[in-house]
């Protein structure tokens, strides 16, 4: 059956210096631990946290903006609509260019 969530429902996770984390999806939203998904606004020129992939892979979309990732020590550039892929174990951060950045996170939890 499908869900339809609206911004109402999304809630700030988490924020710090210049980044916000927004739950779109998990099982308190959806009412299913089949899905997360979370919105990463970076403001431009601002880090976000550093974050260590738990036990799954994910999917990082770039919604908009411009930067890079910096995973395990390692730059990758992104730009809108990039795709990154993180592996478990895998310790990440992003740094905004000066347009800002939005990322959507996306993974399903382990059991």
Not at 9 to 31: F, K, N, Y
């Amino acid at each position: 059956m499908p869900t339809l969530i609206i911004p109402d429902q999304m809630q700030t996770t988490r924020a710090g210096s210049g980044w916000v984390e927004v739950t779109l999806a998990d099982s308190r939203i959806s009412g299913t631990s089949a899905m997360i998904a979370r919105r990463w606004t970076i403001q431009p020129g601002a880090t976000g946290p550093q974050l260590t992939q738990g036990d799954v892979d994910q999917l990082l979309y770039v919604a908009r903006g411009s930067g890079k990732a910096v995973v395990d020590g390692q730059e990758f550039t992104l730009d809108h609509e990039s795709i990154l892929w993180v592996e478990p174990g895998e310790i990440y951060h992003f740094i905004a260019d000066l347009e800002g950045l939005e990322i959507i996170q996306g993974y399903a939890p382990g059991e």
